[in-house]
């Protein structure tokens, strides 16, 4: 069937600001529908609150709304514009609930606007666990025994049907909001009382509970004409019990029976086909019982799901891209292959590699929380790695997590204490894989840790290889003692340089050296959705150590932009939308784009953004070999926030090329001491401060100041271990706390100014004049970080003095720094006097927002100017904002019940929302300036 030509025009409903359950997955998939639309001619129209994202672009969407995700919003657009249909399943569960409300007040109908995608019913039958349970066994499919319940009542008589242990499960919740296991009776009464407050219908599912099952889950795509494609089978590493989101997951499924697989694709078609008759996207999770393969239904979810943008990226099939195109009327037979061009969508992906997703957790950052996983999902962002086996893929994804993590273990971090190990592998938490190797390499049984932790025997014998291996390894003293083979065999599961000379007690450089004059190189394969069936034209990479190098470089000028990695509290979805503009510009300049990035989850990696994407770890072993391959003229660090920054060092002592401001500036602006000496010399106020590296020179330094005083490490991201102490004592425990997680670091001592407002200005530089892109005035006082603060643009209280004083500094500093790009300056206002608290040289978390906020392309202009290709007189800056923007941080604290949730100097927040104002006697501002008084004392 061709496209449904009455579609003129349609609403994509966003998932709003990041929160933990429902992350920046989609805004990858509302912005490739959005392209998948306007490509077919269709006009889109989209409303997101999420300035951070590069669905909120104008380069998206035809018309794009920041507006608040309510029904009145959606009826003021639809006042505004003819909308003919509204594509509601980009969005998540946000988006799917409040097409759901919309529909129950009548809007859709008032208008005359079709669901498209899905239709309601589907998403009561899908949301609704009682109707779900009983039209799963109406089709003949098993599902665990449960009882809805409404009241507390009827969830006890429930829970005394069922036994222990047992699940809630709320209804129309994210994330496994609310959800949980009960083990034990005297657990009961407050989960149920929890998972009925967290249910917008109060009411929960009380479910017979099969630990220790294995789970999977099926991305699948329908057409009108009934047909169906299975995308991926995700098998997840850690047992039932533990959210989707929260585990380990590998495709293709590993230890999965062909007889269960054949069973589990009929019958997530036969799950999907029952919700009714919709095109589009579906999500399909089962458990599977290890003793006899018995086959249960879990859920579905008839949208683009969290696990999507996972499985495009794992296939290089768009998912929500032939979905949206399914939506409006297409069918799979009359769509192509996006990779190879010359097959139909109908056509099932291949895979001849693995993936493994690893979760990434901040688990630091909420200080008091139960870091055990279980039910409701707990992680931040996630990484995926591709490798040609399991184990090169899972060494890969821990390479990718930003924490230090050189690969699976031989890495320092270690335990060596049996007790400890074996009960964090019965409690599982974000450490477990780790503690699962040190138990084989301690010599604890197989079968003993598949008791504990119910994990698969094959991954267990999978992760013994590698003990075994490095038992081998420590036998030798050099690295030019290893055989050849073996060391090819240690690279082939993926271990670094870095691990094998920690094993040896040697320097990792000694192990490079050799390894490349023995010719043992990575060598880079396509992701082709068709494991080379067919002939493919795609610039999707990732490397592996194998005879045959399927990326062959060009003969054009290249630049890389480095990403910034998994997301996390501090830097997040905010440094993509950098990365996308960055990757524009350039070639907007006529040079060949190359990324490199391990986040599934963003537009970045997605394979039509750059000229060529490398998904790989933000490592620097990977990252060097991939810059001896293509030799490019140089590497853009400014836009991946502080992952891209620290490797700019190595950069600039390798002599690769910085494009933009050098590193010598970059670690003249992270460096406090020089830092400091630089406004003492332009005569510009700063706090006073010093620099420590153990307690009793801190003491002396906070003696010196006088308290109270803010406590810091050293390039550090979202203000991490920071801490306002008051004595000694606290000033102690603080300086102890910092050695212990982050050794061999200087630590910083400010004098803290307090009941000062604070203020920030993001500006670009050229090296010859200075553009501010916007300034702007916290709402809350100095003492609470930036990324918790809501920011209001242009300023709001401050006197016309301090803000041409800040305006001035701003100048002085870009020049002194000689600052080609960004910069971001954040002051200190007490009575009228500014101080100047520190500078980043790169793009910022507020980067996006201004450009959001004014309709002005800066990250676009930036990069221009990084590549010395314009300057910023050949641009027609013009913003467009009238009134007032207000950022506003967004917590997910629901996630730790016991957490702290005070705001201090370290970032808590998970994501953040845009509000436009005219004045400032709008009730929403009012509200906001009238909490601010409640932070002083925090």
């Known amino acids: 069937m061709p496209k449904d030509d009455s579609i003129k025009s349609v609403l994509i409903i966003g998932s709003g600001p990041i929160i933990i359950g429902q992350a920046c997955e989609f805004d990858y998939s509302g912005s490739q529908a959005s392209r998948s639309l306007r490509e077919e001619g269709i006009e889109v129209t989209l409303i997101n609150s999420n300035p951070a994202t590069i669905m909120t672009d104008p380069v998206t969407a035809d018309h794009v709304y920041l507006l608040p995700l309510t029904v009145e919003s959606i009826e003021q657009i639809l006042q505004e514009r003819q909308i003919d249909a509204v594509l509601p399943t980009m969005g998540g569960q946000t988006a799917l609930n409040l097409a759901i409300q919309a529909g129950e007040r009548g809007v859709w109908e008032k208008y005359n606007v079709r669901l498209i995608g899905v239709d309601l019913e589907a998403i009561e039958l899908a949301e609704n666990r009682e109707k779900f349970r009983k039209l799963m066994v109406e089709i003949g499919m098993q599902v665990a025994p449960s009882y809805i319940a409404n009241s507390y009542l009827e969830g006890k008589e429930a829970a005394q049907k069922i036994g222990f242990p047992l699940v809630i499960r709320p209804s129309y919740t994210l994330g496994g909001a609310g959800g949980g296991f009960v083990m034990h009776p005297e657990d009961f009464d407050e989960a149920l009382k929890r998972g009925l407050n967290f249910s917008p219908t109060h009411e929960v599912l009380v479910e017979k509970a099969v630990l220790g099952w294995k789970e999977y889950e099926l991305e699948l795509l329908r057409d009108s004409n009934d047909n169906v494609v299975i995308i991926c089978t995700v098998e997840n590493l850690d047992p039932m019990g533990i959210h989707t989101g929260d585990s380990i997951t590998v495709a293709p499924a590993m230890t999965l029976s062909d007889t269960a697989y054949q069973r589990m694709r009929n019958d997530a078609m036969l799950m999907m086909r029952s919700l009714g008759n919709f095109a589009g996207g ?46 409006i009327g297409y069918t799979l037979d009359e769509l192509k292959n996006q990779i190879t061009k010359t097959t139909s969508a109908y056509f099932e992906p291949t895979l001849d590699y693995v993936i493994v997703k690893m979760p990434r957790w901040n688990f630091d950052k909420f200080q008091g929380s139960d870091n055990t996983l279980g039910l409701q999902m707990k992680s931040v962002g996630e990484v995926m790695a591709i490798g ?94 290893i055989p050849k083979d073996f060391l090819r065999e240690l690279k082939e599961v993926g271990y670094s340089d870095a691990q094998i000379a920690w094993v040896l007690r040697i320097k990792e450089r000694e192990v490079t050296q050799y390894r490349k004059n023995l010719g043992i190189r990575r060598t880079y394969k396509m992701v082709d959705t068709c494991a080379a069936e067919f002939e493919a034209q795609t610039p999707y990479f990732y490397s592996t150590f194998d005879d045959e190098n399927e990326s062959i470089p060009t003969d054009n000028k290249k630049i890389i932009v480095l990403g910034s990695g998994p997301n996390r509290i501090g830097q997040g979805i905010e440094f993509d939308y950098c990365c996308v503009h960055g990757l524009m510009a350039i070639k907007e300049a006529g040079y060949e784009s190359i990324m490199i990035n391990c986040n599934p989850e963003t537009v970045s990696t997605d394979f039509d953004i750059a000229d060529k994407l490398y998904f790989e770890p933000v490592f620097w072993e990977h990252i060097e070999e991939i810059i001896e391959l293509e030799k490019p003229e140089g590497i853009i660090v400014q836009l991946g926030g502080q992952t891209a920054l620290k490797l700019a060092e190595t950069f600039s002592k390798r002599g690769i090329k910085i494009f933009g401001t050098s590193y010598e500036s970059l670690d003249l602006a992270e460096n406090r001491g020089a830092f400091s000496d630089l406004l003492k010399e332009l005569n510009i106020p700063y706090p006073k401060y010093g620099s420590a590296v153990d307690a009793d020179e801190a003491l002396h330094i906070a003696n010196k100041v006088g308290y109270p005083v803010l406590v810091r490490p050293s390039y550090v991201l979202g203000g991490q271990r920071m801490r306002i102490v008051i004595n000694d004592e606290e000033l102690e425990e603080s300086v102890l706390n910092i050695l212990k997680h982050i050794p061999d670091n200087n630590i910083l001592i400010d004098q803290f100014l307090e009941r000062a407002k604070e203020a920030e200005i993001d500006a670009i530089c050229d090296g010859e004049d200075v553009h501010i892109m916007g300034i702007m005035e916290h709402i809350e006082p100095a003492g609470i970080h930036s990324g918790d603060s809501s920011a209001v ?78 300057k910023l007189k050949d641009f027609d800056i013009k913003p467009q904002m009238e009134g007032y923007a207000i950022k506003v941080p967004v917590f997910s604290f629901n996630k730790f019940p016991n957490v702290d949730k005070r705001l201090g100097p370290e970032m808590k927040s998970t994501g953040e929302m845009i509000r436009f104002i005219k004045d400032l006697d709008d009730p929403f501002f009012r509200e906001l300036d009238r909490n601010r008084s409640r932070y002083l004392y925090r």
């Not at 592998?425 to 840790?449: C, F, M, Q, W």
């Not at 309709?855 to 100017?865: R, S, W």
């Open 282 to 327: 579906c999500n399909v999770q089962f458990a599977i019982n290890p003793e006899n393969e018995e086959l249960i239904a879990i859920e579905i979810n008839p949208r683009v799901s969290r696990s999507s943008a996972l499985a495009s990226k794992a296939t290089g099939y768009p998912i929500a891209k032939i979905a949206a195109k399914l939506a």
């Open 388 to 481: 040609r086996n399991f184990l090169e893929a899972m060494q890969k994804a821990c390479q990718s997590q930003e924490n230090n993590r050189m690969g699976l273990g031989a890495d320092k971090k270690e335990w060596i204490r049996t007790k400890d190990i074996l009960e964090r592998l019965e409690k599982a938490s974000d450490d477990r894989i780790y503690r699962l190797k040190d138990a084989l390499r301690l010599g604890v049984p197989s079968k003993t840790i598949q008791k504990l932790t119910k994990i698969d025997p094959w991954y267990i014998q999978q992760i013994k290889r590698l003990v075994k291996m490095e038992e081998r390894l420590m036998r030798f003293n050099v690295a030019e003692d």
């Open 793 to 870: 643009l242009p300023t709001y209280s401050l006197s016309e003095e301090a803000i041409s004083t800040m305006i001035k500094y701003t100048k002085m500093l870009a020049f002194a720094l000689n600052i080609k790009g960004l910069i971001n300056i954040q002051f200190a206002i007490k009575d009228d006097k500014v101080y100047v608290i520190e500078a980043n040289p790169r793009a910022s978390r507020t980067t996006p927002f201004i450009a959001k906020a004014y309709g002005v392309p800066f990250l676009k202009i930036a990069t221009h100017i990084m590549l010395d290709n314009k």
